[in-house]
């Protein structure tokens, strides 16, 4: 078993046979993973298929003529089956093909040029949502009962019923309209990013709080802080080393879905502050049938879900061995 040091430092080491069992365990959730992201574009795939229309059938002006060229030009006038063939054989190559909207305009090309905007607004939201989060609901745990505790819990109350668009449209009345603070929209600086991360964070900072709290809680009634209590440790190191550390842990899961959502952006904080991120292509790309567009903004964010959550799985595989798969 793992050998833990006491006091502030904390090490793991394994042995042998652990370090067999860890690789196992690595090996076998990859391959999960794999399937995972398989199961998606191929369910993706044929879902969009079985939308009613096609994605030329908006354009009242295209003749019959014109739109079977269309048809035959992108290959959606093949059999189904061929079709899935080709698109796998692409995906392979990292090619996920050209917009049926936006002529000329590769789905790598959009996912480049929106990505790095969308995760630049989603790592500043969960810099300030995660700490900001913890530390209230850490806060509300040890006040329970007192006025901070009532007003952390009325303020995440708050954050989790209002809509977010209405949020965001206070904020950018008082802030920027009446007080002048920050830029009301568009994207051209770090001052521009405030307003919008404040928003985006509001959901990670009322969910993290709330979730801390009722694990402190949890925690707080266990044998082994009596104990701490009974040999004279004192109330930070209690706090710090034993009850933070052991209400973390549950939390971690869902750390991978929470990074993968604000990393790929959202539609109504980026189509309220004018931030050309990817959130308006997945809306306008569903609404217009854009197929290849949907897959491959599905997939990319398919395999960044995936890929954080087997990053959590692997955190999870070192911090307790227990629920690592032989």
């Known amino acids: 078993m793992p050998r833990r040091g006491s006091g502030r430092l904390f090490i793991v080491e ?29 369910v993706c795939f044929f879902l969009l298929r079985l939308l009613p229309g ?12 014109t739109l079977d060229r269309m048809m035959a ?15 796998m054989k692409n995906l392979l190559h990292g090619d996920f093909g050209y917009s049926l909207k936006y002529a000329g305009r590769s789905v790598n090309y959009v996912i480049s040029t929106t990505f790095p905007i969308s995760a630049h607004l989603g790592v500043q939201a969960l810099c300030l949502g995660v700490p900001v989060g913890l ?35 206070l904020l950018q009345y008082f802030l920027a309209v009446k007080l002048k603070l920050f830029p009301v929209a568009q994207w051209k600086g770090v001052r521009y990013t405030i307003l919008p991360t404040i928003c985006l964070s509001l959901g990670t900072i ?26 004279g440790l004192g109330t930070f190191k209690i706090v710090l080393f034993h009850q933070i550390r052991n209400a973390i842990i549950p939390m971690i899961t869902n750390l991978g879905t929470e990074i993968a959502g604000l990393l790929m952006g959202s539609y109504v904080i980026e189509k309220i502050f004018s931030i050309p991120g990817m959130g308006a292509y997945f809306v306008t790309s569903i609404q217009g049938l ?37």
């Open 14 to 42: 394994f042995s042998g046979k652990e370090m067999i069992s860890l690789k196992k365990y690595i090996v076998k959730r990859f391959f999960i993973s794999l399937i995972t992201i398989w199961l998606i574009v191929t």
């Open 206 to 231: 009322s969910g993290y709080a709330r979730s801390m709290r009722t694990l402190m809680l949890e925690v707080d009634r266990q044998d082994y802080l009596r104990t701490a209590r009974a040999k």
């Open 54 to 65: 096609n994605p030329f059938a908006s354009t009242t002006i295209m003749t019959q003529e």
């Open 135 to 169: 530390l209230l609901g850490i806060l509300a745990a040890k006040r329970r009962g007192h006025v901070s505790d009532a007003g952390i819990n009325v303020f995440v109350i708050f954050c989790t019923a209002v809509p977010t668009f209405i949020i965001a449209a």
């Open 290 to 326: 854009d197929y290849t567009m949907v897959m491959g903004l599905v997939i990319f964010q398919a395999v960044i879900v995936v890929f954080a959550n087997f990053l959590v799985d692997l955190l999870y595989g070192v911090i307790d061995p227990r629920i690592r798969v032989a």
């Open 73 to 87: 030009y992108y290959g959606l006038d093949r059999p189904l089956g061929e079709q899935y063939i080709t698109y």
